[in-house]
């Protein structure tokens, strides 16, 4: 199984609200991403976490809070988003990640489209 | 720096070959191809890592010249299906697969 699952698919939520974005996996990885992919555009890194822990942040707006309860659940926690947040916000995961070593496949859930309004 | 793929839009006919290309201005370690359809989750294709290897996957092949920091991916034959963007991602020297960067974009159709 090399399912990576993220819910909700669809969020509309309001300047004020505060929402979180959830993703999932039970491959056994000890990587997980969170991408931002506006229309037309290649994804972009935002955070990845490494054994539950945050290891890169792309210097992404506080707006934006990441968090990992444990090896398979990964959430993206929103509060007073932007309009210009509005996304495909993309989770992926990868096997455990090792410096100076590449290789990994990584591999993407099916997105979660986020409206802000 | 994002890479930069070229050509940025293609359109060809059933059975016909393309090729998209690859290009970094920072060493790389690795080079990863990824094919997304409109409104779906990018899909990997293949990884290929320094050493200048060439990989093949059916119809669809790559290689990776480390030294000019450059990717191409092959696609022969071309079926309806290849039709989507197709990114590359790139690993620089010093990180794992942790940073991978996409590169930025090449959108392939493919007509009957």
């Known amino acids: 199984d090399t ?18 974005l959830k993703c999932e996996q039970h491959m056994g990885h000890r990587a997980m991403y969170w991408y931002k992919q506006k229309a037309k ?15 890169i942040n792309e210097s ?12 398979s659940l990964l959430n993206l ?13 993309l989770c992926a995961s990868s096997q455990e990640p090792i410096r100076g070593l590449s290789g990994n496949t ?4 099916e997105g979660s489209w986020l409206t802000v309004v | 720096q994002q890479p930069v793929q070229s050509p940025q839009a293609v ?23 990824y094919r997304q359809k409109h409104g779906e989750a990018p899909v990997f ?3 290929l890592l320094k050493g200048g290897e060439q990989k093949g996957h059916e119809k669809i092949s790559a290689s990776f010249n480390e030294k000019k920091q450059q990717s191409s ?22 990180f794992g697969n942790e940073k991978l960067t996409f590169g930025t974009g090449t959108r392939l159709t493919i007509i009957p």
């Open chain 1, 3 to 20: 399912e990576v699952t993220q819910t909700p698919k669809h969020l509309v939520m309001g300047m004020t609200n505060k929402k979180s």
């Open chain 1, 41 to 55: 555009k290649p994804p972009e890194l935002m955070f990845v976490y490494s054994y539950e822990k945050l290891s």
């Open chain 1, 60 to 71: 992404v707006p506080s707006r934006f809070s990441p968090e990992c309860p444990n090896s």
């Open chain 1, 77 to 89: 926690h929103l509060h007073a988003l932007q309009p210009e947040d509005s996304a495909l916000y």
């Open chain 1, 106 to 109: 990584i591999y993407f859930g």
């Open chain 2, 11 to 33: 359109i060809l006919r059933e059975g016909e070959d393309a090729v998209i290309n690859c290009s970094s201005s920072k060493a790389l370690y690795s080079v990863h191809w």
């Open chain 2, 45 to 47: 294709l293949m990884i």
């Open chain 2, 73 to 94: 991916l092959y696609l022969t034959a071309s079926q309806l299906s290849y039709s989507g963007t197709y990114f590359c991602g790139t690993a620089p020297v010093n």
